[in-house]
């Protein structure tokens, strides 16, 4: 089993920047595919992006591609970093963690879940 526990999550302006980070816990981080998903109020979970076990193999949903990267820090630390937030951004975002899989986008794909941090955009 993994624990997970997000930080970094905090309120800022559109067009800002802000870098979530993930620590992993309980089994190796470095065995396991990372993710991050999102879900805002009374709308369903959102994929954002996963990174393989070595940091070598990224993806991300349409909607981030291009203003968020993933990456992994040593073996237990994963980050999102953020940046040309849009208030469409507002959100509690998880850190997300499963041995393998295929189809990242689905949540019921992962095993492990953070306890989420919120991310606050403004116009």
Not at 30 to 59: C, D, L
Request: proline residues 4%; aromatic residues 12%.
């Amino acid at each position: 089993q993994v624990q997970l526990v997000e930080s970094g999550g905090g309120s800022v302006q559109a067009g800002d920047s802000l870098r979530l980070s993930c620590a992993a816990s309980g089994r190796p981080f470095s065995a396991y595919v990372m993710g991050w998903f999102r879900q805002a109020p009374g709308k369903e979970r959102q994929f954002v992006a996963h990174i393989n076990y070595y940091g070598t193999v990224t993806g991300y949903a349409d909607s981030v591609k291009g203003r968020f990267t993933i990456s992994r820090g040593g073996k237990d630390t994963v980050y999102l970093q953020m940046d040309s937030l849009e208030p469409e951004d507002t959100a509690v975002y998880y850190c997300v963690a499963v041995p393998s899989g295929s189809d990242y986008s689905q949540p019921s794909l992962w095993r492990s879940w953070g306890q989420g941090t919120q991310v606050t955009v403004s116009s």
